[in-house]
């Protein structure tokens, strides 16, 4: 998809089949183009695979450790000496944190870019995990009680969930942004 200027004084972005898509006249338009839409699209098709290669296997490495997590966690929850409610209540306030946080993430890609936006969200994945396990052994090993510990668990959670949310929006906005005419779920493949 490109933006060729006419000379009848008019945006017209084109698709793979040069077929005129929009037209914008100058001036008569109610909106103008965005201007990332103003960028013809000159990077190769490897460089785009690569990059979406490397998005796809960061985001299946999320959700499979988010996944594990729920499978590893609550015996380890049993052996600490925490009950199934507050087992089930620091799943909530992650899951609850994360859907906070999403739109915010979201906001903040538009303004400081896809790559920083996602590159915070797996820092904070990564800190979040290190906290959690720390957290664990420590009330595995009897440094903590079980209050402390769910305490801790909680406010670790919390805040995993507030900085690990970045990576989902941008890399749902990085997609849209490099799809082109044609339907956003084919650009996965």
């Not at 985001?59 to 996944?67: K, T, V, Y």
């Not at 899951?95 to 920083?116: C, E, H, M, V, Y």
Request: aromatic share 12%; proline share 5%; glycine share 8%.
């Amino acid at each position: 998809m490109c933006i060729k200027w006419d000379s009848s004084g008019s945006n017209r972005i084109f698709s793979d089949l040069s077929q005129p898509i929009f037209t914008e006249k100058r001036g008569s338009a109610p909106f103008p183009l965005p201007k990332m839409m103003l960028i013809e699209e000159t990077q190769n098709n490897s460089s785009l695979t690569r990059d979406k290669a490397i998005l796809v296997a960061a985001m299946i490495g999320d959700r499979i450790g988010l996944s594990l997590l729920y499978i590893v966690f609550g015996p380890l929850a049993r052996d600490i000496g925490l009950s199934e409610m507050q087992f089930g209540f620091l799943i909530a306030v992650t899951n609850i944190s994360l859907g906070i946080a999403s739109p915010f993430w979201g906001r903040k890609s538009q303004i400081l870019g896809r790559k920083p936006v996602f590159m915070i969200g797996l820092a904070g994945y990564a800190v979040g995990y290190i906290l959690l396990a720390w957290i664990i052994q420590s009330g595995l090993d009897g440094s903590f009680t079980v209050s402390t510990v769910f305490w801790c668990l909680l406010a670790a959670r919390f805040f995993y969930g507030l900085a690990a949310a970045g990576t989902q929006p941008a890399a749902t906005a990085y997609i849209a942004d490099i799809t082109s005419v044609r339907p956003a779920p084919k650009a996965w493949r």
